[in-house]
C-alpha cells in the first residue's frame, strides 16, 4: 500500500498551519512528511516511513531553528527596533484614551483593542476620552503614559 498521497497531504496541511502559525516546528514536520513520502517510493514498510518522518524532522528542527533566529534578528536589526515581547512590547506605543485619566487617578486606554488601566503623572489636567498618549513605562498592569508631542 502506497502511503505517498497521505504523506503529501500532511506535508500540505503542515505548511498551511506553518504560514498562519509561523512555528518552526510544523516546518520540520513537513519537510519529515517529505521524507517519508521519499522513503516510500523507495518501498520502504510503514515502520521506515515513521522513522524516517521523526529522524529528518529533529534534524531539520536542529538545523532550522538557529537560521530562522538569525534570520529575524536580521530583520529586527534592519528594521532599526529591538525584539520586545510582552509588557516591553507596549513601550512606546500610541493609545487611546477610554476612561478620563484625572492627575493621580487611573485611567482607561486602549491599543490593539486591550484595554489597560493607565496613568499620566506630571501632567496637571485631565485627558479627556478619545485623546492619544504615549505609553513610557508600567508597573505590574498599570501603564504609564505621556502625550505626544505635536
Known amino acids: 500500500m502506497t502511503l ?11 505548511i498551511i498551519i506553518e504560514v498562519f ?3 518552526v516546528w510544523t516546518l520540520c514536520l513537513a519537510i519529515g512528511c517529505v521524507a517519508a513520502l ?10 521506515w516511513q515513521l522513522v524516517t518522518l521523526a529522524v ?5 528542527y536542529i538545523v532550522l531553528v538557529p537560521f530562522v533566529k538569525r534570520w529575524h534578528e ?5 528594521e532599526g527596533r529591538t525584539a520586545r515581547t510582552g509588557m516591553d ?8 484614551v477610554t476612561q478620563v485619566i484625572r492627575p493621580g ?4 486606554a486602549r491599543i490593539d483593542g486591550d484595554s489597560w488601566q493607565i496613568v499620566a503623572p506630571g501632567i496637571p ?7 492619544e498618549v504615549i505609553v513610557t513605562d508600567y508597573d505590574s498592569i498599570i501603564l504609564t503614559a505621556t502625550l505626544p508631542d505635536k
Request: glycine letters at 8%; proline letters at 4%; aromatic letters at 8%.
Open 89 to 96: 512590547a507596549l513601550l512606546g506605543r500610541r493609545a487611546i
Open 74 to 78: 536580521k530583520q529586527v536589526a534592519k
Open 56 to 60: 529528518i524532522a529533529v534534524v531539520a
Open 4 to 14: 505517498w498521497i497521505i504523506w503529501l497531504a500532511l506535508a500540505a496541511l503542515l
Open 21 to 23: 502559525s509561523q512555528m
Open 105 to 108: 487617578e487611573i485611567g482607561r
Open 38 to 47: 521519499a522513503a516510500d517510493f523507495l518501498g520502504a514498510p510503514l515502520e
Open 125 to 131: 489636567y485631565a485627558i479627556p476620552c478619545g485623546a
